[in-house]
């Protein structure tokens, strides 16, 4: 079965990232059409890009480089649950982006964004630039929570049926683009 990255892109103490990514992680779960691993920046701890050399080379000198290698290479494709900080998508994910580069390369990837006026959606058209820069295939299917409407009296999600039929069609389309890339990252011996 093909390996799911769901990505935690906030660090931000009191996020409410983690509690959009646990709900997609049980909506993918119940799915059924990929092994999940789901990532936390926050908990992984990436410092600010600290590796003397370029991605490129693949020459890591640190554990914890050497570990996001692993862990990324090991995904067929990814879903980054991501804020809209000012008007944009925030450092610590174009940090954990830029300390690779081949593993990131000829796997599809969507997006679950959150905000308060654009529901993360002008920072997803940004990231888009980035991944494309990285060989990776931006899905079209995607998922966007207004917080406002989105979040209980406690700051809790509250999913509703669009969100959820979103998410599936995301999941459909990404099972789909995961087992035509497979098929290219055989043939550039990926």
């Not at 969100?163 to 055989?186: K, N, P, V």
Request: net charge negative; with cysteine; hydrophobic share 45%.
């Amino acid at each position: 079965m093909p390996r799911l990255a769901i990505i935690v892109a906030s660090t931000r103490p009191g996020r409410v990232g983690r509690d959009i990514a646990e709900w997609f992680h049980l909506h993918a779960a119940n799915h059924g059409g990929f092994d999940l691993d789901l990532v936390d920046l926050a908990e992984i701890g990436l410092p600010f890009l600290d590796e003397p050399e370029e991605a490129s080379t693949r020459v890591y000198t640190h554990q914890h480089t050497k570990d996001w290698s692993a862990r990324v290479e090991a995904a067929d494709a990814f879903v980054f649950v991501m804020p809209e900080y000012n008007n944009g998508f925030n450092a610590p994910l174009k940090n954990a982006l830029d300390f690779l580069y081949y593993e990131w390369q000829y796997k599809p990837v969507s997006f679950v964004s959150y905000g308060m006026t654009s529901a993360g959606l002008r920072a997803v058209q940004m990231i888009k630039q980035v991944v494309a820069a990285l060989k990776m295939m931006p899905v079209a299917e995607a998922v966007s929570v207004p917080l406002r409407q989105c979040l209980d009296e406690n700051g809790r999600l509250m999913p509703n049926d669009i969100m959820t039929a979103l998410a599936t069609e995301m999941l459909d389309e990404l099972e789909r683009l995961t087992t035509a890339f497979g098929t290219i990252r055989a043939a550039v011996g990926g």
